[in-house]
């Protein structure tokens, strides 16, 4: 039989563990990590969009060049979910012959890396497509003649129109193709200057005569 005593005594133990309960409660709940902490944005979309640059007629003869900006959206771990950024691209013809596509610019699911080519209206056509960021520190580099090249970025070994940075003055052949360790053989090899790499490519396909971006990076 429970006595009168052992009553009191559970009364004025119960205020004393109502207050331990409540504080190992805020104690968990402050180690407990977030429930949802920041969850990306579910998207049924790819993040970039296509971008026409241009139509393969456009490019009537070698070493036609074309600039574009690319919008790339990537996710971003903010309350916006993604974020765009403009990235400056060139795409150039070059010779026939110069790069070969089999061993060239593969990219994946069928896309080409930076450099491809098609067959349209009884013509063929190669084309280079890549990021004018400098692949040394990420200036912008541009497109000049090989008169351009010789005075004003040090090299006079080329006879064609090339990329050339005006930072620290490297120089890329778009005809020319370079080993990147871990990617492949790319378009844009690195003929003068401190650059380590080619230009960054963009993926593309060549699709009913136009040129189509489909992401960079
Ligand atoms: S950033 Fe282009 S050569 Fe240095």
Redesign the pocket.
């Given at each position: 039989m429970i006595d009168r005593r052992s009553i009191v005594k559970g009364i004025t133990i119960l205020p004393l563990l109502a207050v331990a309960g409540g504080i190992g409660t805020a104690l968990l709940s402050y180690l407990k990590p977030t429930w949802k902490p920041l969850a990306l944005p579910v998207t049924e979309k790819p993040l970039n969009e296509d971008k026409i640059v241009g139509t393969l007629e456009e490019f009537a003869k070698d070493y036609d060049v074309k600039e574009f900006i690319f919008t790339q959206v990537t996710v971003e771990y903010t309350a916006r979910g993604r974020a765009a950024t403009d990235v400056l691209g060139y795409a150039v013809r070059v010779p026939n012959g110069s790069l070969n596509a089999a061993e060239v610019g593969v990219g994946p699911n069928g896309l080409r890396r930076g450099y491809g080519e098609a067959d349209y209206k009884g013509q063929k056509y190669s084309i280079v497509v890549v990021s004018r960021i400098?692949?040394?520190?990420?200036?912008i580099?541009q497109y000049h003649t090989p008169a351009e090249v010789c005075s004003g970025f040090n090299y006079c070994g080329g006879k064609t129109p090339m990329f050339s940075?005006?930072?620290?003055?490297?120089v890329y052949d778009p005809a020319q193709k370079q080993d990147v360790p871990g990617v492949g053989q790319l378009a844009g090899k690195v003929v003068s200057?401190?650059?380590p790499r080619t230009p960054f490519p963009f993926d593309f396909a060549l699709e009913d005569g136009k040129i189509i971006v489909k992401s960079y990076g």
């Open positions: 400098c692949a040394h520190l990420g200036c580099f940075c005006p930072c620290h003055l490297s200057g401190p650059a």
